[in-house]
């Protein structure tokens, strides 16, 4: 009563002003729960046409899942039938490096026999077919020891036998084996002494073994009159040795390819007949088993070598 008591009382403008904006906020409601009304639609719709598509694209993807999964399959298939392989021609290998050993031995003690037996002499026929044979040997005597090491660090069974000893007295024993070699050629080889002993913890024979490859190439590939320098050193617990020659040099990008097995210089035909290029692969095994590093520095063909090794002198160094 009281609200119709209130709209008596008012003025008509005032009272159609009130109309109007209650008409207008009435048109306005209906009008938002219309278009409300329409949006849910439409945003509902969309809605169904993504799920449509997500399922489509999860029924494509797990298609592509699946096919990946058999082709992961088929490649772990293959990887096993290529490890098995590599381990039947690394078996192989050490088994034809073994038995071929053994012949070679007793080739080498009959030829020595016979050597012994027939005249001696410079001119002699029979002597220089002898020594030739006794050479031919030891080449592929070396060939198959190479052999060997290679299939052992394939196979993961290339072991070190770590023990104390005296580095000085190691390179004294290389030293006066490579000196006959280079004499042989004309080359002069210097041996540079370091001051005192040094006991070093690793595997002795190991470590000539690169030595010898690393002293055996500066005079395998220097021409007659070449200089080779041997030295070696002690910096920050590293043991570090250099062998610089002034021979034919490595080009640069064939420095880091000569630690590759078989890898030769192509620039180097001549003394390719003389080995296989296995030796620095091996010794470059033989250092990373040593926790230690091994590289060469040439500026180029013509201007010589230098290759360096080092290997820690603390023990400890080996302990993972
Ligand atoms: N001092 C050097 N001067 C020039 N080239 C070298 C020298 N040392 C190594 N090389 C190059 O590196 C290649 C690989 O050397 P590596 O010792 O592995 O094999 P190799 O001496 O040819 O054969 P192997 O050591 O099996 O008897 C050599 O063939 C040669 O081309
Ligand atoms: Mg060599």
Known sequence: MAIIEFFRQMSYPIYYAVLTTALLLLTFWIARRFAMRKMKRVVMKAEHSY????????????????MLE??????????????????IRSKFMSIVAHDLRQPLTSIQGFTSVLMMDSPQGGGNNDQ????NILKATDN???????????SMIESGKFKMDFKNFNFNQLLNDVYTLQQVNAQKKGIFLTKYEYPNDVIVFADRFRISQVLNNLLGNAIKFSPQGGRIEVRYFLQDGWLICYVDDDGPGIAYNEQ????????Q??????SRKQGWGLGLSIAQEIV???NGEIGVESAGLGQGSLFWFRIPVDPA????
């Not at 082709?71 to 381990?87: A, I």
């Not at 220089?128 to 020594?131: D, E, M």
């Not at 160094?317 to 993972?320: E, F, G, L």
């Open 317 to 320: 160094a080996y302990k993972a």
């Open 256 to 263: 880091s390819k000569i630690f590759q097995k078989f890898h």
């Open 51 to 66: 799920q449509q598509q997500i399922a489509s694209l999860q029924m494509q993807l797990s298609g592509k899942v699946s």
């Open 140 to 150: 592929m005597n070396q060939l198959m020891a190479d052999l060997m090491d290679i």
């Open 265 to 270: 210089s192509e620039n180097d035909r001549s």
């Open 70 to 87: 058999n082709m992961v399959e088929k490649l772990k298939l293959s990887n096993q039938e290529l490890n098995r392989l590599n381990e």
């Open 288 to 290: 990373n088993a040593h």
């Open 128 to 131: 220089v077919a002898l020594n």
